[in-house]
């Protein structure tokens, strides 16, 4: 994201507030792989650092100015939903229950949001969480924790995403398969 476009996001947010209109910002979900995607393109450390912008704005326009808190809700990261079973051992599931495609989640996933937003709800543990200041310092060593669980429980699904499966196997330098249960 360009510094003009946080520029308008930060003028939004503090618009909205000025105005007294009563404002969430989102950080959507999206399947875990992506962050494998992300990380394999060179666009992780672009990624960490837009959130921090987000959550460092977002707490700005909260301490500038009069009107309603701004809330900032995170449903990405490694979640019961961001991280559903794609590559299961009987091998690619034909429809998943919260995605539609890795981007775009379905109408099932925006009202767990919703009931986590107004009413409060935690229907699936730990899937959308109120960011505030205080989470800019952790939010890095979040998702990593989150993604080294991920790594370890899907690591054939990964290396196919990534296209380092081939009929001959995995390719050399592939992400390691997890161990078997003890």
């Known amino acids: 994201t360009s510094v003009s476009s946080l520029e ?4 939004l947010l503090r618009y909205c507030r000025n105005q007294g209109i009563e404002t969430s910002v989102l950080i ?6 992506l962050y494998d995607v992300l990380r394999e393109a060179g666009l992780w450390d672009t990624y960490l650092a837009w959130r921090q912008a987000v959550i460092a704005l977002t707490a ?3 301490a500038d100015g009069v009107g309603p808190h ?3 809700w995170d449903f990405s990261g490694y979640n019961a939903v961001t991280t559903e079973p794609v590559l299961p051992d009987q091998g690619l599931r034909d429809e998943l229950e919260y995605f539609a495609d890795v981007f775009h989640y379905k109408r099932n996933v ?5 009931r986590r937003m107004i009413a409060g709800e935690e229907a699936l543990p730990g899937f959308g969480r109120e960011l505030g200041p205080e989470d800019a310092a952790v939010d890095a060593a979040v998702l990593e924790s989150g993604h080294a669980r ?3 429980d899907n690591a054939a699904y990964i290396d196919r995403v990534l296209g380092r499966v081939s009929r001959r196997g995995p390719r050399s330098g592939s992400l390691p398969h ?3 249960a003890r």
């Not at 308008?8 to 003028?11: E, M, P």
């Not at 959507?28 to 792989?33: G, L, T």
């Not at 925006?110 to 919703?114: D, F, K, R, S």
């Open 8 to 11: 308008d996001f930060k003028s």
């Open 28 to 33: 959507n979900p999206f399947h875990a792989v």
């Open 60 to 62: 700005e326009a909260n």
């Open 70 to 72: 701004i809330a900032l």
């Open 110 to 114: 925006g009202n767990l949001m919703l």
């Open 150 to 152: 991920f790594v370890r």
């Open 178 to 180: 997890p161990r078997p």
